[in-house]
């Protein structure tokens, strides 16, 4: 599953034209990209080559394409975990998340707890758009939500401030050192890209827990595996060197996937 995953996203390369050869060489050998950490390095610079290729053509502020009603899919598939195994989070659950709290802490002056009241409160954007996963499949919804930005302005993002990490209620099954929740990562220009939303609705109803109650990042320029469902923190840093393996990630730190899986 890894292999095929990781060709997905190295087939960006050569669609930009940039490092194509090499690309080539990662799709063939990404099995050793878990456990070899010489050839992680190389996933590494690629992934920084991706990205910068990327930018480069697109630029920053470029909007992934929106949609009409019409083109909302009439089933959209859950990604990742579809149910939460953590006993706060189900004691939210009953109380349709009336007690839930986001905090927003880390490199910013003022720290914040948001309720969903808070949240839906805030200026919202609404925007449909085609979720793609890592593993080939793509679905239209729409999302409704107040934009990351000026949720970070609140909180006054300090200057060593680089990444913000999304931290999640959700996890993958026990590991001999128990449970590892799902975690991401986005580099600040990203959070502040117009359709980076922490989306509450979708398809005009109240966010269904298989796809992420009561907060899910959606940040459309990027594969599904960034849009962490469950919200339970969202920390501002200036590396994530120290956070789990030191890619950024869950999927990055656990199966090799990119750091920046721009489309």
Known sequence: MTSSRLLLSRR??????AAGA????????????SSTSGFRDVLDRVDELTE?????????????????????????????NVRVNDRDYNRLAEGSFADYRLPVTGLVDRPLSLSLDDLRAM???????RHDCVEGWSCIGKWTGPQLGPILDMAGVQPAARFVM??????????????????ESLGLRDCYHAQTILAYDMNDATLPIPHGAPL?????????????????????????????????GYYEDGDGYEWYAGI
């Not at 200026?123 to 758009?129: L, W």
Request: hydrophobic share 35%.
């Open 166 to 183: 999304f931290f999640c209620y959700d996890d993958f099954g026990n590991t001999l050192s128990g449970p590892i929740r799902y975690y």
């Open 12 to 17: 960006r390369l050569l669609g930009l034209g």
């Open 216 to 248: 899910r990042l959606r940040v459309e320029r990027q594969l599904g595996y960034k849009h962490a469902k469950f919200l339970r923190e969202i920390r501002v840093v200036d590396s994530f060197a120290n956070i789990g393996r030191g890619h950024g």
């Open 22 to 33: 090499g690309s080539l060489l990662l799709a063939g050998c990404d099995r050793w990209s």
């Open 52 to 80: 910068g290729a990327q930018r480069l053509v697109m630029g920053d502020g470029a909007l992934a394409r929106e949609y009409s009603e019409a083109d909302i899919s009439p089933y959209f598939r859950a990604n990742g």
């Open 123 to 129: 200026p919202a954007r609404t925007q449909i758009t």
